[in-house]
């Protein structure tokens, strides 16, 4: 009997993690990486996949999605959408809160093939309507039953997310009391926050990041709107600065609205690159601007990131922010069999923003195969 259950060979070994970017074969076995060599004879595995040409790295990871299909207005069925497209494993944002999270486990978590975890919405509601904001009523922002949930679904709630826009929250009386209330509640379960800071109901993003500590993360940061990263004079904000310094997250949450060239060409040139690049896919953003993970990947490529460091922005560094780099962003021997097979094409590709403005790229990576736990995913 072969020793390994898949062989993906005659590949470019792209590890950040581990800091390799050489050719390499990296076999699987029960569900994990049983062999990383030069040569590991095609003889030792049942099925064998001819990566030579392409890259092979971990399984991308995206902490900002929303799989909650058929109850929040969001939601996308993760599989096709995330796993199919070199996502093996996903962070919602918030689809679910209190009141609707054991629906999202019983019927997205556990029957998806993509492994998912989530940051649980302070509104209990969570994002059901786009025509009703989440905490349009501040009674739906309630930390003990945020605390309640995240206690029986510690294996899967990684934090506490919060929405500040206007248009989700009952009017400028409600400040950032829904902020103050997700603190309240990540602290109480010793867990991190999420925030979307644009357009929020107070002066600036200062008085947002001064509620925000080690470990948390700040998603869309290269918006538009108001509430950005950068000052009046197009200056990356002192706060920012300090809020990096101190440990907080700043992710990319591409989305519908929250990714401009101009905002994040303006910070890279400042010496401001994001901790982690996500897609904040979503039904609204699928078929365009977004489409998928790994087109923003690409459009990191074109902004000047190097081919390591942008894909550590999707495999290691996630990994290490969500607590898992020992067994997830890495294809060393015993972390979980999670790879994709990439082709990294050389042309013109157009790369458009939140706001249609388009920047021609010359390189972008494309999903060609999926492993996920140690088999080709069909």
Known sequence: MAPHDLLVKGGTLVDPARGIHARR??????????????????????????????????????????????????????????????????????????DTFAGFRRYVIEASATRIFAQLNISSMGMLDASIGELDDLKWASVPRALETIEKHRDVILGVKVRLTRNTIVGEPAGLTPLHRAREAADAAGLPIMVHPQAAWCNSLDDVLAVMRQGDILTHCFHDASHGILDEAGNIRLSVRAARERGVNFDVGHGQGSFSWRVCEAALAQGFAPTTISSDLHVYNLNGPVFDLATTVSKFLHLGLSLDDAL????????????????????????????????????????VDSRGQTRVGRQRIVPRVVVKGGKVYE
């Open 25 to 98: 074969d990296v076999a699987f076995a029960r569900g994990v990486v049983s062999a990383v060599a030069e040569e590991i004879p095609a003889d030792t595995a049942t099925r064998v996949v001819d990566a030579a040409g392409n890259l092979i790295a971990p399984g991308m990871i995206d902490l900002h999605v929303h799989v909650f299909a058929g109850v929040s207005h969001y939601g996308i069925a993760p599989d096709p959408t995330c796993l199919a497209h070199g996502v093996t494993t996903v962070v919602d944002a918030g689809s679910a809160g209190a």
């Open 312 to 351: 550590a922005k999707v495999t290691a560094v996630p990994a290490g922010v969500i607590g898992m780099a020992d067994r997830l962003g890495t294809l060393s021997v015993g972390a979980c069999g999670d790879a994709v097979v990439l082709a990294l094409e050389e042309g013109q590709f157009a790369l």
